[in-house]
Every structure is written in structure tokens, then in C-alpha cells.
């Protein structure tokens, strides 16, 4: 009942959110009146107060909101979980019993992360509620759509100080900020060693609380041995304890005007370069053509399609078979495109005074260091005569030449820039195991990748469906393979 509620895009609409959640719901809302959707959220919210009752009250955990866009896009959560039922509704002290958890994926979402929660958080009844879940509020950060939007570097930058910033207003507020790390597996995905890539995390943003997805092939790896699953539980729980206990009082961690503007820079001119890239109106044309990216979605792996329906733009493209089809062509672009040309960009406008820079950051930044080190062995991944042959199945020679061209320029520009930072002379020799381990494989993943080109092309002019079946078993088993090789999917 009451009045209607005004436009979504109007300003009125978060007051609007506001009051409703003020005050007591004593009559439903008209069901018949909601689109499909809202049914759908509402009823599922139903069934998640139902089993908290029932059940345990912690049979669930948080809510995870995806592409948060603002403070508004909670609030209408709020309201439906009210709804629902999951308040506790006295007058005056309205509460949400289930974490709402925000998740800023995009680099714009993750540079206005800090505004939207400060703005969230001054709400009452989401102070309310939070002080209820015991004085935390999670936020949730995504690596694979920060990648694809900005690229290796300025997705881990962007990353960083999202995390700082986030810290600080969770401080302002009087509210603990618990990170919820959407990272893992691929480099790409954030997927560094683990006890790296905690350390890295900025100054006082862990504060004894880590949650981190773990993608499937990672599970298996990781945790399928009682053994190894007891190292990695004691490695992951020790790292978040010597973050907790010393990044406030580490150099390393500290802020550091000169590093961070540097960062900032680098980061600029690394988007820079690889918006252009992927601005390219033909890039989608090469990679359809030139990576299983198709073939991947018949392997019945994963909860959603590799691409939103009707796909025509970069942007229907989902993030992680964006991460992994790249990864399969021995492309890997999504680990290190951009780098050379952010560090180059760098050097050429500081000079000599800018490379020494570089090379004290490497030396004293550690999340500099952690992004060289994944560039210098993302890059070790690559095999550009493969690539090649993966090139090859795009029909349109301007289109796969001009394209290329632009792969192999960044690549030989972003290998020269990290062997220049690190002073290395081969790429990964700082490594030892990591190289061991690649040299055992890549010969036999080299033939694997070799013979699904030839199985791509098969499987793409196959003239029945016969044909095509006779393929496909062997094409899927080709990329299962390339993948269990290289350890990363998307």
C-alpha cells in the first residue's frame, strides 16, 4: 500500500528506501504487483529466514551483491530482506540479521568503493545492523572484472588502494572492514602464492580476518591431500596473523608518497595502453577466432555462460572465460598487456632518476614487487610460435596481422621493462622451482597446444554434426589438458 515509490534514478529514491525501512512492515507487500525478479529475491530470502529459524542461525552466511554501483543498490536489498522477514522489526530498532555484502568489481566501481560506503554506512539502520553483526561490515573485492576492465597492473593498483581507502573510512565510521578477496588460480585472478600475496595486502586492512574464494581446480590442488591441505590451512593462517600483528609497523607496507605517486602514474599509462588494445574494434573478431573461447562452454564447467546472450562487445564477454580462453592461445595477455608500456611511458618522462626509482620500488615496495614477480612469470607462459598458430584461424589477414603486430610489440616491450627493473637476464630464473616445474610440462603442453589448433579448425569446418562429435571429445580433453598444464583456467 501507501504511495508509489518514486523513479529509481530520481534523488528522492533513497530517502524514499529509507523511510520504508523505518517503518514496522504490518501488512505484506501486493505480490501481484512486483515484477517476476523481485518475486524470485524475495522468496528466496523467505526460504533463507526459514532455514535460519529452522535450522541454525548461521546456515548462511552474507549476501553477496555483485556490481554494486552505489549506496542505493543496498539499501533496495535491505528492503527486500525486510520484507522477507529477516528484521528484527521493533519499532525504532530495525536490524538486518543477514550480512549484506557489497561487491565492487569494475576499476570505476572500485575507485568509488570508498564513497559508497561511507555513505552506506552513515545510514542507521545499516549502522544498526552492523553494530548487530558485531561492529563488521564485509565488503567484497573482484579481480577478474578489474582485469579485464583495466588490465593486469592497474587492476592490482586500483585493487590496493581501494582496500586502503576502505580501511580508512571503515575507521571513520567505527566499523572493523572485512575484505572478501573475489581471487585465485590465474595469475590474472589474483592468483599469487598465497603467503606473497597476503603480505602485499596494505597496512591494517587484514586485522586478523581473510576470506578468499578458491576456484575448483585450486581445491583439488591445494586441499585433496590431508598433507598439503594442513600446509596451505597453516600457511594462510600464519600469513594473516603476521599481517595482523606487524603491516601497521613494516616499511615496506607504509604509505610512501614518492612509490605511491609513481604507482599512479605507471598505472595511467599502462590503462592507457591497454584500453587502446582492447578498444580495437577487431580484437573481439581475433580472440573468438583465435582461442577456444567457444569451445569452452561445451565443457560444462562453471555456473554461467561464457558470454551474456546475443554477445557482440567486449563487453558481454564474462571475465573469467575472457582469462582463460587468453591463457589457452598462450597468449596470456590478461597477466601482463600494458606493463611494458606503463614502466617505458614512465622511464621516458623521468629518465635515468625514473628507472633508479623503479628499481627502488622493486627492492622496497612489496606490492610493486608482487606485480613484477607475477608479470616476470606470467610472461614465461607465453610462446609467441604458438601463438602464432592460434593467429592462424582468423580469416581476415589485416585483422589477425594488425593485431598480432600489437601482442608481440607489448610482449617483447613488457619483457624488456622487467628484466631491466629486476636486472634479471632470463625471464623467471629468480624462480627455481616455478622453472623446474614449467620445463617438466611445457614441452608436452606445446604438442597439446599444437594439436587443438588443428582440432579447432577441424571442429569449426566440420560439415555435419557427426563430424563435429567426432571432435569434440578429443577438443575438450585438449583444453582440460592445456589448462591442468599451465594450472590456471580463468
Known sequence: GGEAPPDLDAPEWREWLIAE?????????????????????????????EMRTQLDREAFGGFILSMTRSAVDVLGVYLLAKEAGLFLD??????????IVPLFETIGDLRAAPAIMRDLLQVPVVRRSTRWQGNLQEVMIGYSDSNKDGGFLSSNWELFKAQARLSQVGREQGVAIAFFHGRGGSVSRGGAPTGHAIAAQPAGSI?????????????????????????????????????????????ALAPHAEFDEALEEISGASFAAYAKFIGDPDLVAYFQAASPLEEISLLNIGSRPARRFGAKSLADLRAIPWVFAWAQNRHSITGWYGVGSGLKN??????????????????????FRLIIDEVEKTLALVDLSIAKQYAGLVADEAVRTKIFKAIEEEF?????????????VELAERFKEYQARLSHRLQTINEVNREQVALLRRFREAQDEAEKEAVKVPLLLSISCVAAGLGATG
Open 21 to 49: 525501512l523505518a517503518k514496522p512492515r504490518t501488512t505484506p507487500l501486493s505480490r501481484d504487483k512486483l515484477s517476476a525478479d523481485t518475486r524470485d529475491v524475495i522468496e528466496m530470502f523467505e526460504v533463507v529466514a
Open 90 to 99: 521493533e519499532p525504532g530498532v530495525e536490524i538486518l540479521t543477514l550480512p
Open 207 to 251: 586485522r586478523g580476518r581473510f576470506r578468499v574464494t578458491e576456484q575448483g581446480e585450486v581445491v583439488s590442488f591445494k586441499y585433496a591431500n590431508r598433507g598439503t591441505a594442513a600446509y596451505q590451512m597453516e600457511l594462510l593462517a600464519s600469513s594473516v596473523f603476521q599481517h595482523a600483528l606487524k603491516s601497521e609497523r613494516e616499511e
Open 346 to 367: 614512465f622511464v621516458d618522462v623521468r629518465g635515468d632518476r625514473g628507472f633508479e626509482l623503479l628499481r627502488r620500488m622493486f627492492e622496497d615496495s612489496r606490492m
Open 412 to 424: 617483447a616491450l613488457t619483457r624488456e621493462m622487467a628484466l631491466r627493473v629486476t636486472g634479471g
